[in-house]
């Protein structure tokens, strides 16, 4: 890690997190170095709670991340420079399930000193630990519109990470 990335604090990441996530995309990686499974996602958010620097992912039941985040305690958060949207695309249209993602030309596995995957092409990579998940429970959404995204019922898990480290790319 130390040889591609620099260790920030979590208040030190640049960029407008609302941008990252949003527009640029992040890529969802869970397992290890020997089986992992990547999902792109433009939902999630970021802050402290529990006095703890935190992201929140959410994922969809039939998802294959969904697998490995279930199994692991540690998940990656990486975030990708403009020209390798072509790669996020495909890793959030396509499942791990028909396409082995560990093979995908362009994304070069790395391991972090938690044993959590990052990927030596991304502009910075956040360590997190799962310390909580919950499902989505409809009966609690305010507004009804919110209901048109789940036209088949498939609520979102969602998972809070404490972010153990941040990695980022040195220039």
Partial sequence: MEKLFKKIKPEQINGNIFELIGR?????????????????????????????PVVMIFVRPQRYT???????????????????RDLL???????????????????????????????AEAKLVLECRKIYFDDIDPSFFQTFDIEKIYPNNDYHRFYIGEIIDCWEKKL
């Fill in 66 to 84: 969904r697998e490995f985040i279930e199994k692991s305690a540690y998940f990656s958060i990486s975030f990708f420079e403009e020209r390798q």
């Fill in 24 to 52: 640029e995309w992040m890529l969802i990686t869970a397992g290890n170095t020997d089986h992992y499974n990547m999902m792109t996602a433009s939902w999630g958010t970021a802050g402290v709670l529990w006095r703890k």
């Fill in 89 to 119: 695309n495909l890793c959030g249209t396509t499942s791990g399930r028909d396409l082995n993602k560990m093979n995908i030309e362009g994304m070069t596995p790395v391991g972090m000193p938690t044993g959590a995957v990052g990927f």
